[in-house]
Nanobody
Framework: QLQLVESGGGLVQPGGSLRLSCAASGFTLDYYAIGWFRQAPGKAREGVSCITSSGGSTNYADSVKGRFTISRDNAKNTVYLQMNSLKPEDTAVYYC????????????????WGQGTQVTISS
């Protein structure tokens, strides 16, 4: 069974950076697109970014374009989300999940959700 584990969250000041990791256990990520999502208290889960299985295509939510970068290292079976210029509104629990492709950043096609990692942006 696909299992994904997120890590790298924490508390940083506005303008700071974090790098999140999404690691797979028990299977290879090579055949899956991986999406990052986030959920703030009282809000719906929203798509942040997605990367195709080969890493050849990525997409981003408008709110993070130019600040976040998704990448993957299939040799390490890990997908990363580099987050720069962080804002208080980026505060949320961040999740990764797998899908056949990155046609959409909606929740429904994605499966095998991790447990999430908390990101808090505050001075």
């Amino acid at each position: 069974q696909l299992q994904l584990v997120e890590s790298g969250g924490g508390l940083v000041q506005p303008g700071g950076s974090l790098r999140l990791s999404c690691a797979a256990s028990g299977f290879t990520l090579d055949y899956y697109a991986i999406g990052w999502f986030r959920q703030a208290p009282g809000k719906a889960r929203e798509g942040v970014s997605c990367i195709t299985s080969s890493g050849g295509s990525t997409n981003y939510a408008d709110s993070v374009k130019g600040r976040f970068t998704i990448s993957r290292d299939n040799a390490k079976n890990t997908v990363y989300l580099q987050m720069n210029s962080l804002k208080p509104e980026d505060t949320a629990v961040y999740y990764c999940a797998a899908a056949p492709g990155c046609a959409t950043l909606t929740v429904q096609p994605f499966r095998s959700w991790g447990q999430g990692t908390q990101v808090t942006i505050s001075s």
